[in-house]
């Protein structure tokens, strides 16, 4: 479990490109950010501190 370096709260992953149905459903379920289709710099996303970061 990666955590924020602000607020120490559990950071969610960050899917970036088209997701397959397993990846949209966690998305739905919270479970993951579903980004971009292109490549970026973040991989982390703190919900409580609205960041994204590179972990």
Request: overall charge negative.
């Amino acid at each position: 479990m990666k955590t924020c370096p602000k607020c120490k709260r559990e950071l969610k992953k960050v899917f970036h490109g088209e997701p397959d149905d397993e990846l949209a459903i966690e998305s739905m379920n919270g479970e993951i950010i579903i980004g971009n289709c292109c490549e970026s710099n973040y991989n982390y996303y703190c919900e409580y501190c609205d960041e994204f970061f590179i972990i």
